[in-house]
Nanobody, 114 residues
């Protein structure tokens, strides 16, 4: 079955960087677009970024444009999210998701605080 395992979260100071990783299994990874979502306490889950099957096209939420970069390695069934210039409002649990599947991973917590 589809499995998504996120990692790489942690505590970082404002202005710092983190790189999140999502390991996917149970489906043909290279055949599906992938996305990163986040959910902060008391807020709805929101789309952060997505990437096409081959990695040739990406889209970002306005709030993260120019700071976050999504990428994928189809040989390793992995999707990454490089997060730079982090702000306190970026704090959330981050999830990856494969298009057309309803499965969510456990998420990885990102805390941005001094």
């Amino acid at each position: 079955q589809v499995q998504l395992v996120e990692s790489g979260g942690g505590l970082v100071q404002p202005g710092g960087s983190l790189r999140l990783s999502c390991a996917a299994s149970g489906f043909t990874f290279s055949s599906y677009a992938m996305s990163w979502y986040r959910q902060a306490p008391g807020k709805e889950r929101e789309l952060v970024a997505d990437i096409t099957r081959g990695g040739g096209s990406t889209n970002y939420a306005d709030s993260v444009k120019g700071r976050f970069t999504i990428s994928r390695d189809n040989a390793k069934n992995t999707v990454l999210l490089q997060m730079n210039s982090l702000k306190p409002e970026d704090a959330a649990v981050y999830y990856c998701k494969a298009s057309r599947f309803r499965t969510w991973g456990q998420g990885t917590q990102v805390t941005v605080s001094s």
